[in-house]
């Protein structure tokens, strides 16, 4: 037999007998006399593949914290170490939101911003000042606001630069990157920034990667995938606060349709076809869904409306 622990309280132990038989352990309860103490139960289970059950549920009635697991998932990421490329995306933004709090720092911001000039289209660009088309991703303007964007690049931009290699990597974060700035451009002006396009972007390569091709190195844990798409929602109906949400939406899309591309070259399942054909039209869905609610909500502030009236 395999002992799980002593008790003295004789309801406690009524309630463990009744929670071990719902839970089908087969278990023993010796009892001992212990002159003025009362007596003591002495509490056992029968076979080896119950004691970890029949522990869990010890605990609980006593009051004991239940074991963590940390998922497998991120046991995976946790084992990799902070890679190249992915460090120097953190620095440059940590140090350009420390330098923000000085009077240099906020003309650097305004000349890596999309524009500096919200009444002409696109205009320093027109000028070849490219950058600008990547550099918003940098900028921050809130100390949660860079902690969240920072925990995520390190965590999912390590993984995607680990298994895909540096050169994937960097062209995927310079080209969802801009895709996603030029999005929120289109839709609210030149005043945002932040990774979170770029995030998202990340999010959506993994999540679609993992979807067609089971065998793929990563994953992120379920409860994850649910965070991240909640969170998408309540950003987007408003619930947060003043979001790039388009740059979300943007940013999301080309993650997932590079994924379905990733992951239909990378696996053999004949499922892979009408899995990507679905996946492909819930990006797009996502998408019109997206720019369906901010036209609405900031109909009165629309930017293209300054051009196309």
């Known amino acids: 037999m395999y002992k799980i622990g002593e008790l003295k309280d004789y309801n406690i132990v009524q309630e463990l007998k009744e929670n071990f038989v719902r839970s089908g352990i087969t278990f023993q309860i010796a009892q001992e006399h212990q002159n003025d103490n009362g007596d003591l139960y002495i509490i056992s289970v029968n076979y080896h593949y119950d004691v970890e059950k029949a522990q869990e549920i010890f605990n609980t009635l006593i009051g004991l914290a239940q074991k963590y697991e940390i998922p497998p998932e991120y046991q995976k990421i946790h084992s990799i170490k902070l890679t190249t490329f992915t460090k120097n995306l953190i620095l440059i933004c940590c140090s350009l939101y420390i330098l923000s709090f000085s009077g240099p720092g906020k003309d650097l911001f305004k000349f890596l911003s999309l524009s500096a000039n919200p009444n002409l289209f696109l205009s320093e660009i027109k000028n ?40 994937f990597f960097t062209l995927f974060v310079f080209i969802t990157g801009a895709v996603s ?14 990774m979170s396009g770029v995030i998202y972007a990340f999010f959506g390569l993994l999540w679609m990667e993992k979807t067609l091709n089971p065998d793929s190195e990563f994953a992120l844990p379920r409860n994850d995938l649910i965070l991240i798409i909640g969170w998408f929602f309540l950003c987007l109906f408003g619930l947060i606060g003043r979001i790039a949400n388009t740059a979300h939406a943007t940013g999301l899309v080309s993650g997932m349709l590079t994924g379905i591309f990733v992951g239909l070259k990378t696996t053999s399942n004949p499922q892979k076809f009408k899995k990507a054909f679905f996946y492909t039209l819930l990006s797009i869905l996502l998408l019109i869904t997206t720019l369906f609610v901010e036209y609405f909500r900031l109909k009165k502030h629309f930017y293209l409306f300054n051009f196309y009236p």
Request: no cysteine; aromatic share 18%; proline share 4%.
């Open 128 to 167: 070849g000042e490219f950058w600008r088309f990547f550099t918003p991703m940098f900028l921050h303007f809130s100390l949660l606001h860079i902690l969240f964007n920072m925990v995520m690049l390190k965590d999912l931009g390590k993984i995607i630069e680990h298994s895909k290699g540096i050169r």
């Open 181 to 194: 700035n030029l999005g929120q451009y289109m839709i609210t002006g030149p005043f945002f920034g932040g």
